[in-house]
């Protein structure tokens, strides 16, 4: 089955200017995960969207925020970008019910920002 | 606090040698899981292997497994005869909780080399 799917893989953005991201998860899979990996500050969690809905927020400024529509697809948006947003960003999906099976994530190949 | 520690930034192994990639962890909730995800140079987080905080064996797959300590709180990966293509970074990760969140801890990585 076709995996996790992120567009664009590659933008180049000014400072100050605002950023959408789209995650199209596995079929089936209702959790979207969120994640920046940076060189300096490694994989971070940014926020978790189950069924429409925010269910987990990591530690990141209110400029980041995300949604996920009735299909499961994600989108997050970063506004007022600062050359520190620069990072690869990751999307993760799962199944994301319940505590049945490992629960594991499956990532996309990311979206790489980079701020100028 | 939750927290993964990976203490090699970078590994080297001969080709068909096995390997040893450290992890300890930190949590408080005594029901967690524990996972191992590989990271090519193409950006997309592959699954490897997980452990649940109350699974009695440690977990196998192929080729790798996870020598799992509870007491001493460590999680080490172990790839046993390496191959060319397992040259990546390697996470370990964590999920708190009982749950399948999306959330997951990661630590800084190992950086793995195998030479032919």
């Known amino acids: 089955k076709a995996g996790v799917t992120q567009t664009p893989r590659y933008l180049i953005k000014m400072r100050g200017q605002q950023v959408t991201l789209s995650c199209s998860p596995i079929?089936?899979?209702?959790?979207v995960s969120w994640y920046q990996q940076t060189p300096g500050q490694g994989l971070q969690f940014l926020f978790e969207?189950?069924?429409?809905?925010?269910?987990n927020k990591g530690n990141f400024p209110g400029r980041f925020s995300g949604r996920q529509f009735s299909n499961s697809r994600s989108e997050m948006n970063v506004s007022t970008l600062e050359l520190g947003d620069s990072a690869l960003y990751l999307c993760?999906?799962?199944?994301?019910?319940?505590?049945?099976?490992?629960?594991?994530?499956?990532f996309g190949e990311g979206s790489r920002l980079t701020v100028l | 606090a939750q927290k993964i520690t990976q203490t090699q930034p970078g590994m080297f192994v001969q080709e068909k040698e096995a390997v040893t990639l450290d992890c300890t962890y930190d949590?408080?909730?005594?029901?967690?899981?524990l996972f191992w995800y590989k990271q090519p140079s193409s950006g997309e987080m592959i699954f490897l292997i997980y452990q649940g905080s109350y699974d009695q064996q440690n977990a196998t797959e192929g080729r790798y497994s996870l020598n799992f300590q509870k007491a001493r709180k460590s999680a080490n990966l172990v790839i046993s005869a390496s191959q060319l293509g397992d040259s990546a970074m390697y996470f370990c990760?964590?999920?708190?909780?009982?749950?399948?969140?999306?959330?997951?801890?990661f630590g800084q990585g190992t950086t793995l080399q195998v030479k032919p």
């Open positions: 949590t408080s909730d005594p029901s967690y899981g």
């Open positions: 969207y189950f069924s429409e809905t925010q269910r």
């Open positions: 993760a999906s799962s199944l994301g019910g319940g505590s049945v099976g490992t629960g594991e994530l499956f």
């Open positions: 990760a964590m999920r708190d909780g009982a749950g399948n969140t999306g959330k997951l801890i």
């Open positions: 079929s089936g899979h209702r959790s």
